[in-house]
């Protein structure tokens, strides 16, 4: 029997874990498999709280179905028909910009009418057309980016809020390719965004005639997804079906080789030995687990940085709010000068996230732009997320709810050169047969990237385990 350790009981490392067991039963391999956790909980930064009949999600409320992973794991573990799709209220989403909140236009004549993007701004977002793309293969940020295609004006209200609000990161940093790798391949294969757009709607337009789709040039697109009781479910769901062996309070603290596999040290005085090792943690986590293993792992980890979060849930008795709340919610430009990177009207996004009558908002603070924000005291962090729900939303009156959660350590940011990094480490990871990483430091910060990544991470022990 083939001993295998999973460090991590977040999406990451329970559903490799669960893939993983299915993977050797279907392959008849037999496997013990542990999954070791830190905290004395499951699910990582998905936790969903239910407080006063609110319903406070700590990390990420869902997940888009545009793409299939997410849904093929509930499929696996029997929760599918639990599934809650977001409200036609998520379609609509706004910008804080000049003081009002400016629908994002999601066509041509929407697009015309905005008031978001000047009409000088509007222009220069044409001219992207003829302008040539970038053909080396260099990295570059998001920002370069933005202003070479589309413009400042588009990078600072479309463009920066929508980094902060996928990663909490700042565009200045973030790498292209490794962020919206679609947009990076748009470029190279049809020479620009809007030409790719006009090209692809002419593809899918003949595609639907035979049944077929094809990808979009405007972003992931699906609905958000989630479960009534909030999206611990999932985690709660997969921990359930994994009918291998989970160790809270169990953090490793180091991992030394050995001729046949490798020792995990607990901080509890405990050894687990394995042959085989998926790291499913944070990477600064992994950084310390493998300091002693390696001379150049540690420092490539320690350079994937994290952005601090902190999220503040209020709630309110509806008729206390005089905005309609029709829609996903909005993000906030920096330029505008507020705490808050913007704020999700829960309740309207989902069924059942407040009691009747009242309604749930949750805003987020911090990031990669305004690090110190963590160290706010609650007073402070309420003070200042009332003051620009004031300012985007009118609101007036005081929460009658108020949860705060913090995140030292929230999102990673993938800055320039995170490629050559992830190349690095898998290059050295080479030495190590039978050491496997996983997780949202690598490949994407979302529930469906750490579900795709755990699929690929499967794979790869189970070419392994074939050698």
Known sequence: MTRVAVLGAGISGLSTAYLLQQAAAEAEIDLEITVLEKKSRTGGKIHSIKDEGFLCEWGPNGFLDSKPWTLELCDRIGARDKLLRSNDNARKRFIYSDGILNQ?????????????????????????????????????????????????????????????????????????????PRIHQLEQEYGGLLKAMIKLA???????????????????????????????????????????????????????????????????????????????????????????????IPDLLRDIPYAPMNVICFGYEREKISHDLNGFGYLIPRREGCSTLGTLWDSSIFPHRAPEGKVLLRSMMGGATNPTAINLSDRAVQQRTQADLKASMGITADPDFVRIFRHPRAIPQYTVGHSRRLAAINDRLQHYPGLFLTGNAFYGVGLNDCVNASNQVVERVMKFLAR
């Open 104 to 180: 994002l236009p999601e066509n041509g004549p929407m697009f015309l009418k905005s008031k978001l993007i000047s009409w000088p701004g509007k222009l220069r977002l044409a001219c992207e057309m003829v302008i040539p793309p970038k053909r080396d293969d260099e990295d570059e940020t998001l920002a370069d980016f933005g202003r070479r295609r589309l413009g400042r004006e588009a990078l600072n209200k479309l463009i920066a809020p929508m980094v902060s609000g996928i990663f909490a990161g700042d565009p200045e940093t973030m790498s292209l390719k490794s962020c919206f």
């Open 202 to 296: 002419k593809e899918k337009k003949e595609q639907r005639k035979q049944g077929k789709e094809v990808a979009s040039a405007a972003g992931p697109g699906g609905v958000l997804t989630s479960f009534s009781g909030g999206i611990q479910e999932l985690t709660d769901s997969v921990a359930a079906a994994f009918t291998g062996k989970v160790e809270c309070d169990a953090a490793v603290t180091r991992i030394d080789r050995k001729q046949d596999g490798y020792d995990l040290k607990l901080e509890n005085g405990k050894t687990v030995e394995a042959e085989i090792v998926v790291g499913a943690v944070p990477a600064h986590a992994l950084s310390q687990m493998v300091d002693s293993l390696d001379d150049e």
